[in-house]
């Protein structure tokens, strides 16, 4: 599903990444963790296309993302990629409804398209009834499930969350991952989520720790013998 092979990345004489390789299958729920500076916010937006690498390739769904070019590298990112972010960015003024039908309209569906997928997204939520409320009108946790549904709406293949559930409170924290955990058996949604969670890397298929922009394995565990 997505292959990451070699990838470098610096920032002036600052080398942020240094040399990744990563495999993540389809229907898997991955998570990126590590230190402040690590460089998992980077990974993140060179796997969303949001970045382009240094040197290394990326493959996401069989297609190179990385020798697209800039029109096709949009096209590619509104079809194939969905983003949910810490603070959810959906536009005030519009309501929830509409918010979610957004990308739909960019990726040239039709206003009934788009509509009839984003309600099936807010009943699939429990947020049927939040449909014409505009975001100051919502919740933390209504938001974040809205900015869920938004980067569902055109059916990608990955989705990848950037410290998702960072603002929420403990009670909403719990429902966002048990949603991505429905969405996955549901749907075999792919994630990768960059997150200081520990509860939820705890729970995700498969953890990825980042330290000085390589990927480690996690410092064993001992017990005392007895």
């Not at 960059?194 to 390589?214: C, F, N």
Request: contains cysteine; charged residues 20%.
């Amino acid at each position: 599903m997505i292959e990451v092979n070699n990838i470098t990345k610096s920032f002036g004489s600052l080398q942020v990444l240094k040399g990744i390789d990563l495999h993540i299958n389809r229907g898997e729920v991955v998570s990126i963790v590590g230190p402040s500076g690590a460089g998992k916010t980077t990974l993140l937006q060179i796997i969303g296309t949001l970045d382009r690498p240094d040197s290394g390739s990326l493959c996401i769904d069989g297609v190179d993302a990385i020798g697209l070019s800039q029109k096709a590298l949009a096209d590619f990112r509104n079809r194939h990629l969905g983003f949910v972010f810490q603070f959810h960015q959906l536009l005030p003024e519009f309501t929830a409804i509409e918010n979610i039908m957004i990308p739909a309209y960019i990726a040239g569906a039709s206003r009934r398209q788009a509509k009839e997928r984003a309600h099936e997204l807010l009943q699939f939520m429990q947020l049927a009834d939040r449909a014409n409320h505009k975001p100051a009108e919502l919740s933390g946790g209504e938001k974040q499930r809205i900015a869920v549904a938004r980067a569902l709406v055109n059916n990608p293949a990955v989705i990848l969350a950037d410290e998702p559930s960072g603002s929420l409170d403990t009670q909403n924290k719990q429902d966002l991952h048990k949603l991505f955990f429905d969405l996955r058996d549901k749907f075999g949604q792919t994630f990768v989520i960059v997150t200081h969670d520990e509860q939820l890397a705890a729970i995700t298929d498969r953890t990825i720790h980042l330290k000085d922009g390589q990927i480690c394995l996690p410092l064993a565990t001992t017990t005392p013998s007895e």
